[in-house]
């Protein structure tokens, strides 16, 4: 027992001396908003996905509005989308007066189904949105190959899964569109900020005018050309990033590639700890990727989920629950009648996931009490007709 237990979090950013020094060089610069750095960020981007063209934008979430924008999404519209995360996902599609449709997920690794996409297209559908759960890339052949004979754009928020892989390729460069998140619990941080990768050099130009309030010349180009003319061509939002976010985004990114690696470690920790155990269930992985571990979520399905997650926080672990699926929020019950029974599978899901500590700079001893904790607990919580002791379980899916 540990008298003085310090909050062990779920996630948190690694801030380094190297980080403050590229900030604060960038607040001496001339630039504080639009500068060279956020050109600088998004080619260094490019350069670790592979992408051929980046955006960077204020959040992961107006990253996503600007996708859906470039989509072409708007009222009438469907876009499919997975319960399985954050709420921005689908409220984005919101933004741009489109549908959200949600399709299930995979029990093992609670990735949206392609199947059962496939059968929520209708005439109305104009794209899927994809989410990396926790950090594992979905199924990116079995998306495209739907999308491309529907005519369908596959966007993919991607928010937990930069350095992740499918099949060799990175992200970023498995769909028409890529979001990436910076927030602090993300893999790299610039405080708040986000980025869009594509192929596509339309879609890029024209989420670059619509971070811009749809002005189609930015001030440079005026001053350059020593004119006050402009249009707003397209209705858009202030999504700038500033100068000195994008001094840390690319300081950040330089060490993404040992974070992953830290990650990947922990993961692996965590999943010899819990192999033998049948009431600690991880999340299964697909031999298709290399994942990148933004979250290590089990399954405790012989166990009362909720007393577990009571226990663990009193003892100073910071576990959450990822996610609350989409469609069971009041919003989206009141105004499109969602509710339970629609996703089944994550549903139940839903009632028996913990998210455990993972990030670069936690501590082997601290994971080690997360382990023994998480053992004790599920060990003293058993639920009633638990039948599911003895079964041998590979992680691998
Ligand atoms: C974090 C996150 C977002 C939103 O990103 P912000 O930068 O916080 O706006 C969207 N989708 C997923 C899956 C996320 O994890």
Request: hydrophobic share 35%.
């Amino acid at each position: 027992m540990r008298l003085m237990k310090p909050f062990i979090p779920y996630g948190k950013q690694s801030i380094d001396k190297s980080d403050v020094e590229a900030v604060i060089e960038a607040l001496r610069s001339d630039f504080i908003t639009t500068g060279p750095k956020v050109s600088e960020f998004e080619k260094a981007v490019c350069d670790f996905t592979g992408a051929k063209f980046a955006v960077a934008v204020s959040s992961g979430t107006a990253a996503l509005h600007c996708a859906m924008f470039a989509a072409g999404i708007k009222e009438g519209d469907d876009a499919i989308v997975t319960p399985m995360t954050f709420a921005a996902s689908a409220n984005a599609i919101l933004y741009c007066g489109g549908t959200p449709v949600f399709a299930d997920v995979i029990p093992e690794t609670l990735l949206i189904n392609p199947d059962e996409v496939g059968r929520k297209i209708t005439s109305r559908t104009k794209a899927v949105v994809a989410v990396d759960y926790a950090g594992q890339p979905c199924d990116y052949d079995a998306l495209k190959d739907i999308c491309d004979k529907r005519g369908l754009f596959l966007i993919s928020d991607a928010c937990h899964s930069i350095g992740a892989e499918y099949k060799g390729r990175k992200t970023g460069t498995l769909a028409d569109m890529t979001v990436f998140s910076f927030h602090p619990v993300k893999h790299i941080t610039t405080g708040e900020g986000g980025m869009i990768l594509t192929d596509n050099a339309d879609f890029a130009a024209k989420m670059r005018i619509f971070r811009n309030h749809g002005i189609t010349t930015d001030y440079r180009q005026r001053e350059e050309k020593g004119s006050w003319f402009y249009e707003m061509e397209y209705l858009g939002y202030n999504y700038r990033i500033t100068d000195f976010q994008c001094a840390l985004g690319i300081s950040q990114l330089k060490k993404l590639p040992g974070w992953i690696d830290r990650r990947r470690e922990i993961a692996c920790i965590y999943d010899k700890a819990f192999r033998d155990n049948p009431s600690i269930v991880p999340i299964k992985k697909s031999r298709d990727v290399s994942h990148a571990y933004h979250l290590y979520v089990v399954r405790v399905e012989s166990a009362d989920r909720n007393s577990i997650f009571t226990k663990l926080r009193n003892a100073g672990i910071g576990v959450n629950v990822h996610y609350i699926p989409v469609h069971l929020h009041p919003y989206y019950r009141k105004t499109f009648g969602t509710g339970e029974g629609m996703c089944p599978i994550a549903e139940k899901a839903y009632g028996q996931i913990i998210s455990l500590p993972i990030f670069p700079g936690l501590k082997d001893e601290d994971l080690k009490y997360v382990i023994d904790t998480v053992k004790a607990d599920c060990a003293r919580n058993p639920k009633e007709n638990d039948n599911s002791k003895g079964k041998i379980r590979n992680n691998v899916f």
